[in-house]
Each structure stands twice: as C-alpha cells, then as structure tokens.
C-alpha cells in the first residue's frame, strides 16, 4: 500500500533575492533610514521627506540617463552641465524670446538630445573614449550656459515650467507633480531593460560590444540612440529643476553630474557596463538625498557631508570589483 506524500511547500529564493544588484543599496537605504530617525525626531516627518523627494527628483533623473550610458560601459561627466544648458535655454525662449511656453520647453529638451547626439557621435563614428568626449563636452556647455544667459538669473517664468513643481497632499505628506513623473520615467525604464529586445541589446553592448556585434546587434546604431535618449533624458531633468526652484539660474546643477553618477554606483550599476538596474539608481538617489539631508538635520557641516558621500562611492565601486571577480572564478 502506497501513501500519498504531502506536496512541497513553495520555498522563496532567498539567494536570489541577496544577490540582486538592488539588495543591497536597499538595505543600505533601510540602515541609513533608521539610524537618521533615531538621531532626529525630525526625519521622518512629513515635511522633511517630501523635501528629500523633491531634492532628489531631479538629481535621480539625471542619474537615470547616467545608468543608460554606464550601462553600455560609457560614462557622461557633461549630464549636469547639459541640463544646466536646458533650464537656460528653455527660460530664456519662455521669458525673452517669445515663444509660447511648452515650445520653449520641447525646444529646451531637445537642444539637450543635441548634446547626447554629439557625444554619441564622437563616441561611435570618431570612437573617442567617452570620458574625454563628454569631459569637453563639459566645458562646452560649461561655457555656453553663461555666454547664452549673461550670467543673468532669469525670473518671472510662466506658469507651463513651473507646474511640476506644484503639491499635492498624499496622507500627511506634500508630493510634487515631478516627483510623480521621475517615478514614471524610472518604472518605464526598468520595463523597458528588462522586458524588450531594446533593454536586452543594452546589456549585451555593455557585456561585450564584439559578442554583442556578432549576434547581429547593430552596435553603432544602439549607442549613438543611448546617448541621444540619455540627452532627452537630462532635457527632462532641466524641467524639473526649473520646476523646483521657480528661476533659470545658469549656476543651478553644473556639479550634478557627480551627484548623479554617486547615485548609479550607489544604486549597484557596475562602471565596467552589463550589470546594473533603474531601480537600484533610484534607491542610489535616495541614498545621497538620505544621507545629505539627515547629516544637516545633525548638524554636520557641508564638507563633512561631500567627505563621506566620496567614501560611500568608494565602497560600493570597490563591492562591484569585488563581485566581479568572484563571478569569475
């Protein structure tokens, strides 16, 4: 006589879940959260976390166009610089130059893919190193934002580039109109990596461009439209930031580009390309947005707060060489 075996319970992958490259970062979060909220009664208000969203909003979705570029084993110094170009360009046409406010705005976002186009073109037709192309690229835009703006803050903008900058109440929390749309912008993004062909050439060009080649992936083609994309990406960026701070100042965001590529290490994308989610740059940007906030809620000077940004960098770079190498062994 035989009897019937009990069927097996469903057991949850916990090796999988520990070794996704978002783990981690997220615990991170979690640690940086609670250590904060136990120094300060103040974190965890409604008021002091609307404020780090908002903080972050733009920097994270600078950072996302940052993660489609490392992605590809590339790298963008000019990302903050290029969108400070954006603000101006898109202020100044709105403001002084008559065109109606929503053209300003496209027009704005696509000087900006301009910009991704002509690093994506240097990078695959003239094959430059993308650290030395978009490190001029920095200068360029650098320069172009003070000569185009006379060094002149531009206030008085219409309604149409603020308005992402507008509240609504979410429980006993302020949530901004852009904080919304970056979440949008980061959820399309994880959907398109991971569930089309697009995403999936992606990986494959920053795993191995010449294996990625020879499969039939037109390499050249997906690159120089990375770029580009990643350039529309910070045009969006540019919005969020007039947005937020209500004026086209030619000062605001040029050292973003540091913040945002923080924010991809942070959020567990390898430098070397092929390894690496949209999410986990999220949580990255939250982790930068946490840590500056709750150390000047401590009273942390400024300087402090850049010292130990600079380690957190360190270390996670230093994780991503380390899980590397045992993957190869």
């Known amino acids: ?36 909220s136990s120094q300060s009664e103040q974190f965890l208000s409604g008021g002091n976390l609307s404020l780090v969203v908002q903080q972050v909003m733009v920097v994270g979705t600078l950072a996302l166009g940052q993660t489609l570029i490392i992605l590809t084993a590339g790298i963008d110094l000019s990302c903050g610089a290029v969108m400070a170009f954006g603000t101006i360009v898109m202020a100044k046409l709105a403001t002084e130059g008559g065109l109606p406010p929503l053209l300003a705005v496209v027009t704005g976002i696509g000087v900006c893919a301009l910009f991704g186009l002509a690093n994506g073109a240097l990078v695959t037709y003239v094959k430059l190193p993308p650290f030395i192309v978009t490190l001029g690229m920095l200068n360029v835009t650098f320069a172009l934002t003070h000569i185009y703006s006379d060094e002149q803050t531009i206030t008085n903008l219409p309604g149409t580039l603020t308005a992402l900058g507008d509240t609504f109440p979410l429980g006993r929390t302020d949530i901004t109109y852009g904080s919304v749309l970056t979440i949008g912008l980061f959820l399309l993004f994880a959907y398109a990596l991971s569930q089309t062909a697009w995403g999936k050439h992606t990986y494959a060009l920053g795993d191995s461009p010449d294996v990625a080649r020879l499969t039939g992936i037109r390499t050249t083609r997906l690159q120089l439209g990375i770029y580009t994309l990643a350039g529309v990406v910070y045009g969006i960026a540019a919005l969020l930031l007039v947005s937020r701070t209500g004026v086209g100042d030619p000062k605001a965001g040029q050292t973003d580009n540091l913040d945002a590529i923080t924010a991809v290490v942070l959020g567990g994308t390898s430098l070397f390309g092929g390894r690496g989610a949209v999410l986990g740059t999220l949580v990255g940007a939250l982790i930068v947005g946490v840590f500056r906030n709750g150390l000047q809620l401590m009273g942390v000077g400024s300087i402090y707060q850049t010292l130990i940004t600079g380690v957190l960098v360190i270390l996670a770079v230093t994780v991503d060489q380390i899980s590397r190498r045992r993957a190869r062994r």
Do not use: I
Not at 11 to 27: C, E, I, K, S, Y
């Open 1 to 36: 006589m035989t009897t019937a075996t009990a069927p097996r319970a469903a057991t949850f992958d916990w090796r999988r879940l520990t070794t996704h490259p978002t783990a981690g970062p997220l615990v991170a979060l979690l640690v940086a959260c609670v250590f904060f």
